[in-house]
C-alpha cells in the first residue's frame, strides 16, 4: 500500500475496511495502530496475531476469514476506546483462539511459541474450574501466552 492508502485506511470504518480490504487491510490498519508502540510492544503482539493466525487458518465466521473478527476486536479496543495496553490488546486477539482451539494453543504449548524458549512451568493445558452455568474455561497455557517467551 501506498501512503495515501495507508493515510486513508487510518480513517475508514472498519466494517469499510473489511468490505474494500478485506483481512490484508485489516492487518495493515493494525500495524499502523501499533507502529508507535515499543519494538518489545510490537513483537509480542505480532506473535499474538501469528498465534491466532496459526489457530484460526481455515476457520470462518460468516463469509470472512475468522481472524477478520479478532482484527477488528484489537483495532477497536485501540483506535476508540484509547487502550494501549499490549496485554489487553494480546487478550483482544487471543479471546476466541483461547476457547475454540484449546487443543492447538496445547500443543503449543509443549513446544514453545515460535520455536523458541520453553512454555512456563504449570502450563498443563488442562481445563480451568466450572464458569457459572457449568462452562469449563480454558485457564491454562492461554493464561501465560501474554508474557512468553519473556
Keep these: ?8 485506511l487510518a480513517t475508514m470504518p472498519l466494517h469499510a475496511i473489511t468490505s474494500t480490504y478485506g483481512e490484508a487491510g485489516l492487518r495493515e ?3 499502523l495502530e501499533i507502529a508507535s508502540w515499543p ?5 509480542r503482539l505480532e506473535r499474538a496475531l ?18 477478520n473478527h479478532l482484527l477488528r476486536v484489537a483495532i477497536r479496543i485501540i483506535s ?8 489487553v490488546i494480546c487478550a483482544a486477539l487471543l479471546h476466541d483462539p483461547v476457547e475454540d482451539h484449546p487443543d492447538g494453543l496445547a500443543a503449543l504449548g509443549q513446544g514453545g511459541l515460535g520455536g523458541t524458549g520453553s512454555p512456563p512451568q504449570g ?13 469449563r474455561g ?13
Design 80 to 87: 476508540h476506546y484509547g487502550v494501549h495496553d499490549p496485554d
Design 138 to 150: 480454558v485457564v491454562s497455557p492461554g493464561q501465560h501466552l501474554l508474557r512468553w517467551p519473556p
Design 29 to 31: 490498519r493494525f500495524a
Design 123 to 135: 502450563g498443563s493445558g488442562g481445563m480451568g474450574p466450572p464458569r457459572s452455568g457449568g462452562f
Design 50 to 67: 501469528d498465534l491466532a493466525t496459526r489457530l484460526h487458518a481455515g476457520d470462518r465466521r460468516d463469509r470472512e476469514p475468522y481472524l
Design 39 to 43: 519494538e518489545a510492544d510490537r513483537a
Design 1 to 8: 500500500m501506498d501512503s495515501d492508502q495507508r493515510r486513508l
